[in-house]
């Protein structure tokens, strides 16, 4: 898996961006200017969220198929580590 996910991953001193990002009023249903900017230069990087929470937002569909099947990775927010 460290194959399929060898990119860059935002460093801890940076500004975490809030989530979710703004959508271009032109387009609200097109994907947030961010999203396309983090997907190009940081696919993995934590993102602040309305609680205080840091989780990871991974914005690259072939890095999300990787993370899907690894029993590391989990959804279940009453899991202790989540």
Same mark, same amino acid.
């Given at each position: 898996?460290?194959?399929?996910?060898?990119?860059?991953?935002?460093?801890?001193?940076?500004? /975490?961006?809030?989530?979710?990002?703004?959508?271009?009023?032109?387009?609200?249903?097109?994907?947030?200017?961010?999203?396309?900017? /983090?997907?190009?230069?940081?696919? #993995?990087?934590?993102?602040?969220?309305?609680?205080?929470?840091?989780?990871?937002? #991974?914005?690259?569909?072939?890095?999300?198929?990787?993370?899907?099947?690894?029993?590391?990775?989990?959804?279940?927010? /009453?899991?202790?580590?989540?």
């Amino acid at each position: 898996m460290t194959d399929a996910l060898s990119c860059s991953v935002t460093g801890a001193s940076e500004p /975490l961006p809030e989530y979710p990002l703004p959508r271009a009023a032109e387009c609200p249903l097109a994907p947030a200017p961010a999203a396309q900017e /983090l997907r190009a230069g940081k696919p #993995i990087t934590k993102v602040r969220i309305w609680n205080g929470s840091t989780p990871w937002l #991974i914005t690259r569909h072939a890095d999300q198929r990787a993370l899907l099947p690894d029993p590391r990775v989990s959804d279940d927010d /009453l899991d202790p580590g989540w």
